[in-house]
């Protein structure tokens, strides 16, 4: 057993004063973390192993800590060892989203999700984490630009294809900035969430919490990389929230219209595709970790459909059409 794997197994065993301790892995993840489960007949616990060398948990106590005061259903801290980079949490589950999502569960899954996305940006922070600023959005997008185009593809872009690309970039960028600005969870799709039979959903996954555009969450949830639904139920499903977002407070009836807000929802899903494409490819040739690629052509399939409709995205449209193509 490695040794950093025996330190975890006698931390665990000094936390819980289980003699007998067995580490089950409990769940991949796409950074240097790692998660186990461990359980004693009903009772188990997860295991967050964070190398302090690679990954700083002090975001992911004090966003915990922020949901678990509003309320919402994450996984409480019992134990923590910050030296070695080891978290014990509460076991929100096995039950992803991802796997029980389907016709007849969607429209009660999505809702609990939503109402729960609305308490977020109703009664969430509104300082105190990092903004989702321009040099964010555009930092983000230009990982499809290198990780995807570049390193993957070894696709160079002439002069006048590169101009479009960054200008595409610049326009969604703006879009994003011109939306009201809350707590945003930056991760919150079917593989983040567990269904739960009390406080429906478990949330994980919420350490790189930022404030910025409304309907981030929204379209991470709805137009998420790793199960598609029709447009137009997608579509219902966003105007359900912005209903929701208007009778909360998190927008103003002025604010925006529907046509706006559909606007914002598929420009702000561009802009997560593209770094969500880039991340992927990053996994594959950075860290040895192919399993996302797969998902690619979904999402970038999201990307070419909204930039058909709407003529101030169509340069970055063929650009995407090429690439898909190439994969």
């Not at 610049?170 to 600005?181: F, G, K, N, T």
């Amino acid at each position: 057993m490695p040794d950093r794997l025996q330190r975890l197994q006698h931390w665990t065993r000094q936390q819980l004063d289980w003699p007998d301790v067995e580490l089950s892995p409990a769940s991949a993840d796409a950074s240097f973390r790692r998660y186990f489960r461990v359980r004693q007949g009903d009772t188990s616990y997860i295991l967050m192993d964070a190398p302090p060398e690679q990954e700083d948990c002090t975001p992911f106590i004090h966003v915990s800590e922020l949901l678990l005061g509003l309320g919402l259903h994450v996984p409480e801290i019992l134990a923590r060892d910050l030296d070695q980079g080891f978290l014990l949490l509460s076991d929100l589950g096995t039950r992803l989203y991802l796997d029980e999502l389907e016709d007849s569960t969607a429209d009660r899954l999505y809702g609990d999700a939503m109402g729960a996305l609305a308490t977020l940006q109703t009664c969430g922070p509104q300082q105190g984490l990092p903004a989702y600023d321009r040099t964010l959005l555009l930092n983000e997008m230009a990982l499809f630009r290198d990780w995807l185009l570049g390193t993957h593809l070894s696709l160079t872009l002439d002069t006048g294809q590169q101009e479009a690309l960054q200008q595409s970039f610049e326009l969604l960028a703006d879009s994003a900035l011109q939306q009201p600005q809350v707590c945003v969870h930056r991760d919150y799709h079917s593989r983040n969430l567990m269904v739960s039979s009390h406080q429906n959903p478990g949330i994980l996954d919420y350490q790189d919490a930022v404030i910025g555009p409304f309907t981030y969450d929204l379209v991470s949830l709805l137009r998420d990389c790793y199960i598609s639904w029709p447009r137009q139920r997608v579509e219902d499903w966003a105007l359900g929230y912005l209903e929701l977002a208007g009778q909360s407070g998190i927008v103003r009836p002025d604010q925006v219209n529907e046509q706006q807000f559909l606007t914002w929802f598929d420009w702000m899903g561009v802009q997560r595709h593209l770094k969500a494409a880039g991340i992927f490819a990053r996994l594959n040739h950075r860290d040895g970790k192919p399993g996302y690629m797969g998902d690619i052509p979904r999402t970038l399939g999201y990307v070419s459909e909204v930039c058909s409709r709407y003529a101030g995205l169509a340069p970055l449209g063929q650009i995407t059409e090429d690439v898909i193509g190439r994969l």
